[in-house]
């Protein structure tokens, strides 16, 4: 069993209320360009997806980096910055306000342009029942976990209950079962921005180079391993680091812009490591309600 000091750790509320999507001020939007210089105009994230969830295919949706489910934020910054480094993949969320009080949903990313929105799973059923601007609470606990007998290996916004449902093995390294391992050459969108929130996207503009690698299936959920990453504090590149993550938003047309990915953990020099494991999927680890 993975040691933790997760005994140590406070559970405290962050919330913030079902935010709505935007696009930045004329004349740049609300137009986008393609990675081949196409404009064109998509659905993008925040609000409520009705049709998209946790476990659905990562490409393919006639949209631009969407966020499976719903998407929360605060209107004040400051406060906004505490929600989105404190919320912990895995935290159970609960709706506060609306025809769908009382539902019980779960945190499966973080993301927006810089770090602006979490993501929460929330049952297809009730989401049919929730309006732009209902509120949520998180029972935020994670941050400051860490593991005694695996010092190098830096946690990052994972919740106690989604560790342990990983599948692992530790000799010498601790390795994380995972979908899929992304090279260093396809790090996008979050490379040089702080590792605290938000999410590091895959590029995707070159089909040919995802389907050689096994990457074009990508699923919502999927835990996957970006190799020669460096999460600690900021996202880069270092050669023998590896981070472990879960893709949390969809693929997009804008290149350096594909599928986005929160980081669960990283390490700098080989102490973390990964295996293959089709199964490594949150919502079958976390028994996501459809």
């Keep these: 069993m993975l040691k933790t000091n997760q005994a140590d750790l406070v559970a405290v509320s962050v919330a913030g209320a079902i935010a709505h999507p935007g696009f930045a001020g004329l004349p740049a939007e609300p137009y986008r360009l393609a990675a081949n210089g196409t404009p064109f105009l998509l659905p993008t ?30 209107a004040d910054d400051l406060k906004n910055r505490g929600l989105n480094v404190f919320a912990c993949i895995g935290n159970r969320a609960k709706v506060m306000t609306g025809q769908a009080q009382g539902t019980v949903g779960v945190v499966t990313g973080k993301s927006g342009r810089f770090s602006e ?41 994972i919740a106690p209950n989604l560790l342990a ?65 460096d999460s600690r504090y900021n996202h880069g590149y ?30 700098p020099a080989g102490q973390l490591g990964a295996f293959i494991d089709g199964s490594a999927n949150i919502a079958d680890l976390l028994g996501l309600e459809p």
């Design 45 to 74: 994230y925040g609000g409520i997806v009705y049709n998209v969830s946790v476990g659905d295919s990562a490409f393919g949706w006639a949209a631009d980096c969407i966020h499976p489910g719903i998407s929360i934020r605060q």
């Design 117 to 157: 929105q979490v993501i929460i799973h929330i049952p297809k059923a009730a989401r049919e029942r929730m309006a732009v601007g209902d509120q949520i609470i998180i029972r935020s606990e994670g941050i400051g976990m860490a593991l005694p007998d695996h010092p190098e290996i830096v946690l990052k916004g």
């Design 165 to 229: 449902a990983l599948s692992l093995r530790e000799a010498g390294a601790l390795e994380i079962g995972v979908v899929a391992r992304i090279p260093a050459h396809l790090a996008g969108a979050g490379l040089g921005l702080t590792s605290e929130g938000g999410s590091l996207h895959m590029q995707s503009t070159d089909r040919a180079e995802l389907a050689r690698l096994g990457l074009d299936g990508l699923r919502l959920g999927d835990l996957v391993a970006l190799e020669d990453t």
């Design 238 to 267: 270092l050669r023998g680091a590896m981070s472990i993550g879960v893709v949390c938003a969809t693929d997009g047309p804008r290149a350096g812009y594909g599928p986005g990915i929160a980081v669960l953990m990283t390490a």
